[in-house]
């Protein structure tokens, strides 16, 4: 077995993660009219690209603060890899650096989710819940982009990717944590600085800033 030193924090997002997951397969079984009626948006939606692989984004703003560049660079990746049709911030309203940067990622289509906490790591387990509902939409994302660098998330991120999931992360250079490149491997893990040179070349396939998040808001159940 693999020894990820997986803190006691990384243990209860997992064990969320878990449960949720649990619960979730619960609902599919005893409750199948209602897991119809919150799938059937999401069903439509991916028809529209059936080829093309689902991509979910989840952002960190408490962890990882983009430049304006920065954000319009990590869309054009994201939407590089398939049909971005999740796209979530979080972020916490208490702090005037944070309800700017969200300001500012909301033109772009992010979606931004408020976790007013006196916590230093809030949004943590808010993101965690998050993700958990990405195994109730049907057809499930198959690639989830993490922005965020936490040690704390990879619990989260050895689960997810225990689900078949491809999970790629992007942190800042000097606070990335070294657990969270040996989970995804080097190629799945990139530095936010790099976005110019990794997305040199891309065609740019940027959907409407404000389509992505009218999706973002039909995807949020």
């Keep these: 077995m693999l020894d990820w030193g997986i803190s006691k924090t990384e243990i209860l997002s997992s064990m969320l993660l878990v449960r949720q997951m649990r619960d979730l397969n619960a609902v599919k079984q005893t409750n199948k009219s209602g897991c119809t009626k919150m799938t059937h948006t999401h069903r439509t939606i991916g028809q529209q690209t059936s080829k093309s692989p689902r991509v979910a984004m989840l952002l960190d703003v408490q962890n990882v603060s983009l430049k304006q560049k920065q954000a319009e660079l990590l869309l054009d990746f994201a939407t590089s890899k398939g049909r971005l049709n999740w796209l979530k911030l979080y972020y916490n309203s208490q702090h005037d650096n944070q309800v700017i940067a969200k300001e500012n990622l909301e033109k772009l289509g992010f979606k931004g989710i408020d976790v007013p906490d006196s916590g230093k790591n809030s949004a943590d387990i808010k993101l965690v819940f998050d993700c ?62 790099e976005l110019s040179s990794l997305c040199a070349g891309l065609k740019p396939q940027l959907k409407n800033p404000k389509q992505l998040s009218i999706e973002a808001d039909r995807l949020s159940a």
């Design 132 to 193: 958990t509902k990405l195994f109730a939409i049907k057809p499930c994302p198959e690639i989830i982009i993490l922005v965020l660098g936490d040690r704390d998330f990879a619990g989260l991120i050895a689960l997810l990717m225990a689900s078949g999931k491809t999970v790629i992360v992007f942190a800042r250079r000097k606070s990335a944590s070294k657990k969270l490149i040996k989970l995804v491997g080097e190629h799945n893990f990139h530095y936010v600085d």
